[in-house]
């Protein structure tokens, strides 16, 4: 029996994610958002004062990238065998449901203020939605910079760039006001941001939630995976075969592969089907327990079995 791993590097944020950009995009945010809430209750406009709620998420998004970033950095330990990788998908979860929150919220003000306007002034809500774009586009532009492939760099950078659409919605609204005089334009403004927050706190909840259930990466089929390996010359059965996600970036493998009695060293097969799954499908975590097709092994297989050749036992 050989069971052996295959290592890899690039495990998620740290290393490439450049903490200046974040720390610039966030400085960037703070700073508009404190401006955006004066001149919103000055305005009396709820459009502004959902963009500042929405920036206020984009400001967490990003601590607690920063955060997680830090404490994904720290070596496996005890027993935490995959180290504290994970945080940023716990930091994707509260985003997520922070967006959703605040989406329900805005909703339910929107509508009192479709049925009961307020007076809003509709020339101090286009021009601070007008800046607001500026700053969410330059934000933007430096989360762009950061290594995305995290998915707590990539909610944050999902929740700037909506914010930014956000703002146009506010312009366009505050121009409505101030040509036509219709007041609720800038509630249904509001309802466009709530509804943006939802789409994007959905997203995150749905990608987070898939790495915290374990299921296999979009991206990656099992089943696909599974027949390439059976297809092999030497294999006559993958069983127990596990594809699953330890955090963005870091796809993971585990299976129990039966070869031909005649096929040589488990250890040369277990190489080549590792190398096999590096260069096809980009897995560099491998844990594969190879097995003489002659040799006792599992009696209770979990999940499905991948056939090649004339299978034995």
């Known amino acids: 029996m050989g069971t052996e791993h295959g290592h890899g590097h690039g495990h998620a944020v740290t290393a490439d994610a450049d903490r200046r950009y974040l720390i610039g995009a ?30 206020l998420t984009d400001a967490s998004a990003i601590i607690l990238a920063l955060i997680a970033m830090r404490i994904a950095a720290r070596p496996a330990t005890g027993r935490y065998t995959f180290g504290y990788k994970r945080v940023e998908i716990l930091s994707a979860q509260i985003n997520g449901a922070t967006l959703l929150l605040l989406a329900a919220y805005f909703v339910y003000e929107g509508v009192q203020r479709v049925i009961d306007p307020p007076d809003v002034k509709g020339p101090l809500v ?15 532009w430096l989360l762009s910079r950061a290594n995305r492939r995290s998915l707590n760099i990539e909610g944050a950078f999902q929740h700037v760039l909506n914010d930014m659409y956000a703002f146009i919605a506010t312009a366009l609204a505050g121009l409505v006001v101030w040509l036509t005089g219709w007041a609720q334009a800038d509630a249904v403004a509001a309802l466009v941001v709530a509804a943006l927050m939802a789409i ?18 979009s991206d990656l089929d099992p089943d696909e995976i599974g027949a390439v390996l059976a297809a092999e010359p030497e294999v006559l059965e993958i069983h127990d075969l596990h594809v699953w996600t330890v955090t963005s970036g870091y796809p993971t493998l585990s299976a129990h592969v039966i070869v031909r009695d005649d ?17 096809r499908f980009g897995i560099e975590h491998t844990t594969l327990q190879v097995d003489h097709g002659g040799e006792p092994h599992c009696f209770d297989p979990h999940g499905p079995r991948h056939l090649g050749g004339t299978p034995r036992g």
């Open 126 to 140: 286009l021009v601070t939605a007008l800046a607001g774009v500026a700053v969410n586009a330059l934000a933007a």
């Open 200 to 217: 994007a706190g959905w997203g995150l909840l749905r990608d987070s939630g898939r790495v915290l259930l374990q299921a296999a990466p």
């Open 26 to 55: 966030l400085a960037l945010i703070l700073g508009y958002m404190a401006a955006e809430v004066t001149v919103g209750l000055i305005a009396n406009s709820m459009a502004l004062i959902a963009d500042a709620a929405h920036m």
């Open 263 to 279: 096929c040589g060293t488990c250890h040369d097969v277990r190489g080549r089907l590792a190398s096999l799954l590096h260069e």
